[in-house]
């Protein structure tokens, strides 16, 4: 499989994904509340795939993409989010907790840009360490109003540490619009405030997403120190749950008929089908897509609940070791 058909099956499967948990949120049977990213899935896939698994990933409350493009366990994503036991935090943590340390995957949280700073201590380690490591970090536009993000670039630039932040930029924080936040839509601006170099990517082109991770990969491998990659992209779906959220904002119903048309998966299947790509091969390798998600929906279901007696183990560490 050429590396853009690899993309594309990794974006089929987020949105099979997400199209699937929304569902199942919507029928009631999952409890747990999902933030999709339907629509951003070019930005996982592209900076993902330039990454190595040993690489470490931050993420927030929107990260069931950036977990499965890093090569997180599905079947353990779909039980978490149903709170088994089985699930990656073991039921514990939901969908805004997912973490898989085997796959580099060492946290996601929702406190928003909370993982920025852990993605430059994990860089700093690397650094001390001289492992090669990378660490990235994923944050939205509206964590880019946060401190952290200031207090995380700078850092990162002044040690020279080998971290890509990563901002999807979908224009909005909960319900309210970039231009409601900042009087300048300036993100990318902020890595030449402090010094590192930043750019602004079409983070709904998943090649063009891939390449620009590539290139800030390997100046972090260099020891040339941190980039900022702001994508620009949109999400189909409201801030949280399933529903399109189409009442919120005037803007938001022009807005989104503008950005479908800008469909991260149909543009790269549309480059895929004019090199040769059958539909039947498209087609085989979404049936195989559907068939993985429903089987880890089915393992969810059949997963038993955590048992009542552990509901205070792995919250405290314990001189016991329980
Ligand atoms: C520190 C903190 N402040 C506020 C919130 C409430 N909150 C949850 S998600 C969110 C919006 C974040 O927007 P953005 O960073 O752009 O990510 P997006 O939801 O667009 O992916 C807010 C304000 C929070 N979880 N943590
Ligand atoms: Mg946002």
């Known amino acids: 499989m050429s590396i853009e058909q690899s993309l594309w099956r990794m ?31 070019a930005i996982p896939a592209g900076v993902c795939a330039a990454l190595q698994p040993d690489d470490s ?13 890093k090569g997180g366990d599905l079947r353990a994503m779909m039980a978490e989010i149903f709170g088994k036991a ?52 994923f944050f939205g536009d509206g964590a880019a109003d946060e401190g952290h993000f200031h207090e995380s670039l700078n850092l990162a630039a002044l040690y020279r540490l080998p971290v890509l932040f990563v ?26 405030l402090h010094g590192l170099p930043g750019e602004r990517v079409d983070g709904n082109d998943v090649m063009a997403v891939l390449g620009a991770a590539q290139q800030a990969v390997q100046r ?44 991260p998966i149909a543009r790269c299947r549309a480059r895929l089908r004019a090199e040769g790509l059958s539909s039947e091969r498209f087609e085989s390798l979404e049936a195989a897509v559907r068939d993985e998600v429903e089987a880890a929906v089915s393992f969810a279901r059949q997963s038993p ?6 509901l205070l183990h792995h919250v405290y560490v314990s001189r016991r070791g329980v």
């Open 305 to 310: 609940a955590p048992d009542d007696s552990e």
């Open 220 to 263: 972090a491998r260099a020891g040339e120190g941190p980039t900022l990659l702001e994508c620009r992209t949109y999400r189909w779906r409201g801030h949280v749950g399933p529903a399109a959220d189409l009442e919120v904002g005037e803007d938001r119903r022009r807005e989104l008929d503008e950005w479908l048309q800008r469909d």
């Open 167 to 192: 901002c999807e930029n979908n224009l909005y924080s909960t319900h309210l619009a970039m231009k409601e936040r900042r009087v300048k839509d300036n993100i990318v601006e902020s890595a030449g």
């Open 86 to 137: 089985t699930g990656c935090a073991r039921g514990r943590g939901g969908s805004m907790h997912l973490v898989d340390p085997a796959q580099g995957i060492f946290g996601t949280v929702p406190l928003v840009a909370a993982t920025i700073p852990l993605a430059v201590g994990a860089a700093l380690s690397a650094k001390l360490r001289g492992t090669g490591q990378v660490a990235v970090a």
């Open 11 to 41: 974006m089929v499967l987020i949105r099979a994904v997400e199209d699937r948990i929304g569902e199942l949120v919507a029928a009631g049977e999952i409890k747990t509340p999902c933030h999709l990213s339907i629509g951003q899935e």
């Open 57 to 69: 990933l931050w993420g927030g409350h929107r990260s069931h993409g950036h977990y499965l493009a």
